[in-house]
């Protein structure tokens, strides 16, 4: 967890000076601001609203909340919470991949659950993913999900810039 936080705040540290030149857009209208990049994979299901499936902002990817959705048809995967939460870990791999990282970027992440009896099997799956150095994790309880959903999983990873 300290290492963890270490990286985050060097990360912030590094990354305040591009983020106190940033004034706005800059740019035309819908252009990205200097310094932010959106990151889409096509192996994600798209935003179900008006937000991106990922941001960079220097060394940091934050990725949206992913629902165990699948892709090809936009519906939450069938057979209950373990092939939901599989197909949720797949999105989030598509976008990590499609910003150049992986798994053992990842330093945060947030699980809702609509119930938390599913906790066990999440926990089970998701250890698959994260087997080395686990981030830091925090499970919720949650009401209810978009698409009527089981689980949702957002992630913070590190990923500085290739030189």
Known sequence: MKR???????????????????????????????????????????????????????????????????????????GGIAPETEQALDNLAAVLKAAGASFDDVVKT?????????????????AKRFSSAPPARSTVAVKELPRNGKVEIEAIAFVPRKK
């Open 110 to 126: 947030t699980i809702f659950l609509t119930d938390m009896a599913d906790f066990k099997t999440v926990n089970e799956l998701y």
């Open 4 to 78: 963890a936080l270490l990286v985050l705040a060097a990360c912030l540290l590094v990354s305040a000076p591009a983020m106190a030149k940033e004034k706005g857009p800059g740019g035309p209208k819908g252009a990205e601001p200097r310094g932010k990049q959106v990151i889409a994979s096509q192996d994600a299901p798209p935003a179900i609203g008006p937000y991106s499936q990922a941001i960079r902002v220097g060394g940091m990817l934050f990725l949206s909340g992913s629902l165990g959705m699948v892709p090809a048809t936009g519906q939450i995967a069938a």
